[in-house]
């Protein structure tokens, strides 16, 4: 059984979101060279995210990894890192796609980031994850 896509949206709208976001990523000035000196193949790792992205909102399976221990392994993301992360989001799907799409997909976002830095924020616990 195939489920519908959790909004309207195209492949290639995707792709376009996707492309657009790192385009501004690698130029942030806090968050660029975060992503600079980790994704050495650029047309690559979009492909990846968006590949993520079309398996999070079309539920296609277009996506193999692990984003929280991608994040874990890279070693310089930070919790605090996710808000400056969302805000460009927001800024690009806002800017590029209609707002129902715009707005179900910045929801998402946040859904996911929440879970991410939540995830960062345990792993500098040094034990248990923090319940409050």
């Known amino acids: ?51 993520f992205w079309r398996n999070a909102i079309m539920f296609e399976r277009s996506y193999d990894g692990n984003p929280m221990m991608a994040h874990k392994a890279a070693g310089d993301v930070r919790p605090e890192h996710f808000a400056l992360w969302l805000a460009v989001f927001d800024d690009v799907v806002h800017t590029e796609l209609q707002p129902e799409a715009a707005t179900a997909w910045s929801a998402l976002a946040h859904r996911i980031g929440r879970g991410l830095r939540m995830g960062l924020e345990d792993q500098g616990a040094g034990g248990p994850p923090r319940l409050g």
Not at 2 to 20: H, M
Request: hydrophobic share 45%; charged share 25%.
């Open 1 to 51: 059984m195939t489920l519908p896509p959790r909004f309207e949206i195209t492949e290639d709208q995707i792709d376009w979101v996707v492309f657009r976001f790192y385009a501004r990523m690698r130029a942030h000035p806090v968050l660029g060279p975060i992503f600079n000196g980790h994704v050495h193949d650029w047309a690559r790792h979009e492909a990846k995210i968006a590949g």
